[in-house]
């Protein structure tokens, strides 16, 4: 059988070292309790009792604390501890707040994802409604273009198309005449030359010549000139226009009008 010293942690094995870790305080404590035994109460020695009592709190000490006890034994004394003050609880808890947070992570991801699709959904339909509106305000401004077009009529840059447009401005500002009146008086005045000058009357002697298609004078024309209308003398239908304002006021209307008036 080995001796006692023989069995000291310096001597054994690295396999023995970790069975001796695991066993030393077991095994010492049990040794020494069989010990002690004969002398416990039975045998009425009361110091031997206490002995042992001593000897068993020394011993518990030894196993897990002691200074002789191995490193390998104080690490697998320390997993056991760790082992036991980690209550299974609190692992559950640990795992049920992981889990948590795994499924709020997945949550704010979505809501993310609903908050980008819902944006995107919002800016199409701003996009669908300006495109509308643009649409409605284009046809609109040709609807307006067309009425204007339709209330404004053309006419022909020749005589006819004169006199047309004169007797519709003359209408609007109620100065009477007719198309054959203004036509007549236009033929012997001028000849229907828009450009047609007197250069040998009197008005022409006192420096205001008759000019256009009814040989109108600068003063009537500024006195009697409708609104709308060119400023231009010899503009066509001012000039047919002014003239028809002054036979209204001079002789009631073109129509009246049989010679230089």
């Known amino acids: 059988m080995p001796s006692i010293s023989s069995l000291s942690p310096g001597n054994l094995s690295p396999r ?3 069975i001796s870790t695991v066993g030393l ?6 040794a020494l309790a069989l010990t002690v035994l004969p002398g416990t109460a039975a045998h009425g020695d009361a110091s031997q009792a206490t002995a042992a009592k001593k000897v068993n709190a020394e011993n518990v000490a030894f196993s897990s604390h002691s200074s002789v006890l191995p490193e390998q034994g104080k690490d697998i004394a320390a997993a056991q501890h760790s082992l036991i003050d980690v209550p299974e609880g609190a692992q559950k808890v640990e795992s049920v ?3 948590t ?5 997945f949550t704010t991801t979505d809501e993310a994802a609903d908050a980008i699709r819902a944006g995107a959904k919002e800016r199409a339909a701003k996009a669908e409604a300006q495109k509308k509106a643009e649409a409605e305000r284009a046809a ?5 273009r067309s009425e204007q077009r339709a209330a404004k009529p053309t006419y022909p840059n020749n005589l006819d198309g004169w006199i047309r447009e004169a007797l519709a401005i003359m209408d609007k500002h109620n100065i009477p005449g007719s198309y054959e009146g203004i036509h007549r008086n236009i033929i012997r005045e001028s000849g229907g030359d828009p450009r047609a000058i007197n250069n040998w009357d009197i008005n022409a002697q006192n420096g205001v010549p008759s000019k256009g298609l009814l040989q109108v004078i600068k003063p009537t024309f500024d006195a009697y000139h409708v609104e709308g209308t060119s400023w231009d003398q010899y503009d066509p239908v001012a000039n047919i226009v002014t003239a028809c304002n002054y036979a209204a006021d001079r002789y009631g209307s073109m129509d009246n ?3 230089a008036y």
């Open 97 to 99: 707040k992981d889990a």
């Open 25 to 30: 305080g077991t095994a010492g404590a049990a």
């Open 16 to 18: 023995a070292r970790k």
């Open 257 to 259: 009008v049989n010679s």
């Open 101 to 105: 947070t795994t499924a709020k992570s």
């Open 140 to 144: 609109k401004e040709a609807a307006n």
